[in-house]
């Protein structure tokens, strides 16, 4: 959260310099507060599972927020009962004359597919295009990053030799952007996927930038330069042993699947991962809430249209 400190202070400069948020009296003052209202697109298979590893996140912080879980309606979960679906979450038709402080739309299990063969694609371009005009700003994570770097600029995702699986070095290319604030020169954060975005390509987009990567996995963080979109190439929201889960499931199966690089102790699976990125994953996601959402949006959502 920002300080409040008297305007004209000496120490303005120096904080501002060192990227840290200060706020001066006057612009506290006109402050209007309210619940920051957040939708969730939920395409991962496991709903419950990734609804609670958001909301944790997203709990982490001293703002009030209203959340509404989203599902496509051209694609229903087989993971998830019924029940569970009919009680918790909306459709798309359900919210697309309401308007949104932030929309975080997950990642899903369908990389390998190019991405109109997905069956919910032309709904999910629709909710795409409606965020731009319905939502103050929208964090895409994982699939939904690659699949937003394509809708809005054109981007395309690249298959990888082998899974981008396991936990992997980042480091910061722009330490003054908001998105990153607090964050150490070097973080670590979780991937799986079977595709990629390519430095090169985001490059060419300048209404882009990368904030962060990997020199093993790749672009992480890249954000639009007005700030109403950020896509997150990787899972910092995984709890500890999500990956050791999927690893065994996929070994159970039969499936040719290596280890996760750097995750289990000595590469030794009877072993518990520790989990070595909650500090990130928590301070990515508070970086999102107030510095993209509560610091900016309008405090009546209707200026949004």
Partial sequence: M??????????RETLEGENIFVMNEFRASHQDIRPLKIAVLNLMPTKITTETQLIRLLSNSSLQIELTLLQTATHRSTHTSAEHMESFYKNFDDVKNDNFDGLIITGAPVENLDFGEVNYWDELCGIMEWSKTHVFSTLH??????????????????????????????????????????????????????????????????????????????????????????????????????????????RDKGLDIALPYNYFPGDDPEKRPPNLWRGHANLLFSNWLNYFVYQNTPYDLSELG
């Fill in 141 to 250: 994570i994982c699939w939904a990053a690659q699949a937003g770097l394509y809708y809005h600029f054109g981007i395309p995702k690249h298959p990888l030799d082998h899974k981008m699986f396991g936990v992997f070095r980042h480091y910061v290319l722009n330490p003054k952007h908001p998105i990153v604030r607090g964050f150490d020169e070097e973080f670590l954060a979780p991937h799986s996927r079977h595709t990629e975005v390519r430095e090169e390509d985001i490059a060419k987009v300048p209404e882009l930038e990368l904030i962060a990567k990997s020199d093993i996995a790749g672009p992480y963080i890249i954000a639009a330069r007005n700030s109403r979109m950020l896509f997150v190439t990787g899972h910092s929201e995984y709890d500890f042993d999500t990956l050791s889960k999927e690893y065994f499931r996929d």
């Fill in 2 to 11: 920002p300080i409040r400190i008297p305007t004209g202070l000496p120490a």
